[in-house]
Nanobody, 113 residues
Framework: QVQLVESGGGLVQPGGSLRLSCAASGTSASAFLMAWYRRAPGKQREFVAQIISGETNYAYSVQGRFTISRDNAKNMVFLQMNSLKPEDTAVYYC????????WGQGTQVTVSS
């Protein structure tokens, strides 16, 4: 069983930056595929970025603006978000996958002037 807790969301102006964190507990997540998803108001949850064994993948909409990273020693994964746009407004969820997929509760990101 893995517990995930996201943090770092908030209100930011367009063009600004935020860094989301996801803390995993219950077991070492170093072998897990870690990912970020988001759900915008009125839309389905969508993939944002993932990382496993140092390899990363991004949704086209965030390539070049978002960076996913992890610190296995601290059992954490991060999402650095730069050049934020209003369309990035969503609840962002951290997930961990190894045989099963575990989800955090999400953190709200609002991009607005």
């Amino acid at each position: 069983q893995v517990q995930l807790v996201e943090s770092g969301g908030g209100l930011v102006q367009p063009g600004g930056s935020l860094r989301l964190s996801c803390a995993a507990s219950g077991t070492s997540a170093s072998a897990f595929l870690m990912a970020w998803y988001r759900r915008a108001p009125g839309k389905q949850r969508e993939f944002v970025a993932q990382i496993i064994s140092g390899e990363t993948n991004y949704a086209y909409s965030v390539q070049g603006r978002f960076t996913i990273s992890r610190d296995n020693a601290k059992n954490m994964v991060f999402l650095q978000m730069n050049s934020l746009k209003p369309e990035d407004t969503a609840v962002y969820y951290c997930s961990a996958t190894f045989r099963n997929t575990y989800w955090g509760q999400g953190t709200q990101v609002t991009v607005s002037s």
